[in-house]
Structure formats: structure tokens, C-alpha cells
């Protein structure tokens, strides 16, 4: 059975990568950790086209610009206890866990994802849910990390058994790569554990069109008829969907999948990832240039972190 990658050499071997560039991505590597799923890698053409450039690393990520920072969204400043991020009144970030099945070259925790995971320890995790539980302000808890659903179902349900138990919480969202980079985990069993007495969200970070292949597309299936409202987020990327064509393949083949178009990123100043920035002027553009030929459901709001850890906010045109 094909297994993930996560070295130089597995992506040379599996014809992802020239061998001439070998040594320096083990260089990367280093560093930034690798994961490339079966699932990802069959939708790769070419280490430059618009999914290999997502997760096939290139010697650049170890050029850092002089604006780009280790924590571009102040996830450290705003930790109350650990695995709990609060950069709003009403709501705070769970990570329980920095593991994905894949790692995105351009992700703004590049510098703390990686396969050793980052798990919580059951005091931990019992820490951050009793922070959670002692702050009636938090209405919404979000599940990020690292990914999610790369919980086991068993773990996942505990949490969401966990979240019921709060009464002034009102919505859990999760925010994961799974169903589209790894569709095979959507399980029946996950899709159960993901049950709650809450209103609950799932958000997909998905980039391009071709993300949306037949496996995710049934996975994503799987859980919209379980009852699981889907959101879709993206990153504007250089070479990946800077142009009004391939924004607009994205947001229609997320409506296809019933998944509601509702962030479009601005990228994060992460050390190493200049070469996907599209400038924000660039950005509203391509945005407004989608206005009247797409139906208004696949329009996400386009937006940016404030510096400092102050949150999103829209873009808008400067002056």
C-alpha cells in the first residue's frame, strides 16, 4: 500500500522531484518537515504546477525576507495555557495536536508542525478544557493545530463530549486539510465522532480546483449527509490561483461538494514562503474581477491577519 512521503529521497524515487535538486530539499527537510499523501501526490503533474507547488519543497524556503517572522499571526503572545490561542473576546483556538498529512510550503506554523506531533498530554488537554470552561466570554472554540482530524474518532469524540459538558459554549469549528489531501480517514467512524450538541463547522482548506477529486469529493459527501455544515478556505497563491480563472474553478468546485466558499487568505509573512506572496492590490483585483460571473454563494470574503496578532480583517484598498 503507497504510503506518505516525507523525504527528499521518497520524492525523487517517486518521480516528484528532479534528482538534481535532491540535496537541497534534504536540506529543507531539515527544518520544514515533508509530507506528501498518495491522495496529493496522484494529483501532481509537475513539482511547479498548482499542487506540487503546494507541498513539494523548494531550496527557496531557506531564503527568509527581511518583513517575513516565525509567529506571523502572534499565536505565542495570546497563549493562556497551552494549545489554547485567544485573539478575540468570543473565541479561542484549540491545537491538540501539530501533525498534518500534509505540509503546506508556505503554512504560517511551518516553524512548529511536524510529524512528532505535538500531541497534547492528557493533563494538558484537561488544562485546556478547564480554561475553556472557566472563560464564559468563549462562545466558539476551533479546532486547528496542526490538523484535527488527524485525532483518532475515539479522541475526537471525547472532545466533542467535552465541549457539550460547557454551557456557554455555543459553536465548535474545525478547520482541516483531511478531506481533500487524505479523503480515505473520512470514515464512517470519524464522521460519528464528529457528532455534537453544539452548532458545528467544518472548514476545508483547499487551494485549487484539482484538490477536489473524486475521493474528496465522496468524502466530502460523507459528511455533508451526516448533517455537517462545510466551509471552504483558501490561500491566494503565486502559481497556484492568482488569476480570476483558476479562483473561479476553486470556488465552483467547492459548491459542488456543497462546500460554502468563506475565507480567501491573504498569505502570512512565514519565513521562507515569498515566492507564493501576491500582493494585496493584485489580490482585490482578481477578487473584484469575480463579481457578476460567479454566483454570489462562491464568494468568500478576502482577508488579512493585523499585525500584532490582531486578527482578520477584509482587505481593503490602501488610502
Not at 503554512?107 to 492528557?122: I, M, N, Q, Y
Not at 468563506?262 to 482578481?286: I, M, N, S
Request: with cysteine.
Amino acid at each position: 500500500m503507497p504510503r506518505t512521503m516525507r523525504s527528499a529521497q521518497a520524492l525523487v524515487a517517486a518521480g516528484l522531484l528532479d534528482p538534481a535538486a535532491e540535496a537541497a530539499v534534504a536540506r529543507v527537510a531539515e527544518r520544514y518537515a515533508i509530507a506528501v499523501t498518495p491522495a496529493v501526490a496522484g494529483l501532481i503533474g509537475a513539482p511547479d504546477d498548482p499542487i506540487g507547488r503546494q507541498y513539494i519543497p523548494d531550496a527557496a524556503e531557506l531564503i527568509t525576507a527581511p518583513d517575513e517572522i516565525e509567529d506571523p499571526t502572534a499565536d505565542a503572545p495570546f497563549t493562556p495555557v497551552k494549545g489554547v490561542v485567544r485573539r478575540y473576546p468570543d473565541r479561542a483556538l484549540l491545537k491538540p495536536l501539530l501533525a498534518c498529512p500534509v505540509y503546506c510550503r508556505f503554512c504560517f506554523r511551518r516553524e512548529v508542525v511536524g510529524p512528532d506531533g505535538g500531541l497534547l498530554t492528557e493533563a494538558e488537554l484537561a488544562a485546556a478544557l478547564d480554561w475553556l470552561a472557566a472563560t464564559p466570554a468563549i462562545r466558539e472554540v476551533i479546532l486547528t493545530g496542526g490538523d484535527p482530524l488527524m485525532l483518532s474518532p475515539r479522541r475526537l469524540s471525547a472532545l466533542m463530549r467535552a465541549f457539550g459538558q460547557i454551557p456557554h459554549l455555543e459553536i465548535v469549528r474545525v478547520h482541516s486539510r483531511v478531506p481533500v489531501a487524505d479523503p480515505a480517514r473520512v470514515t464512517p467512524e470519524l464522521v460519528a465522532a464528529l457528532d455534537s450538541d453544539k452548532a458545528f463547522f467544518l472548514c476545508v482548506h483547499a487551494n485549487h480546483a484539482r484538490e477536489f477529486s473524486a475521493e474528496a469529493a465522496a468524502a466530502l459527501r460523507r459528511l455533508s449527509r451526516a448533517g455537517v455544515p462545510l466551509l471552504g478556505q483558501s490561500v491566494l497563491l503565486r502559481g497556484v490561483n492568482d488569476s480570476p480563472e483558476t479562483l473561479e474553478d476553486l470556488f465552483r468546485a467547492m459548491l459542488r461538494c456543497r462546500v460554502k466558499p468563506y475565507y480567501l487568505h491573504q498569505l502570512d509573512k512565514a519565513p521562507g514562503t515569498a515566492r507564493f506572496r501576491v500582493p494585496a492590490e493584485e489580490g482585490l483585483a482578481l477578487v473584484e474581477g469575480l463579481r457578476g460571473r460567479i454566483s454570489g454563494l462562491a464568494q468568500p470574503t478576502y482577508v488579512t491577519e493585523t499585525p500584532g496578532g490582531g486578527g482578520k480583517v477584509p482587505v481593503r484598498r490602501a488610502g
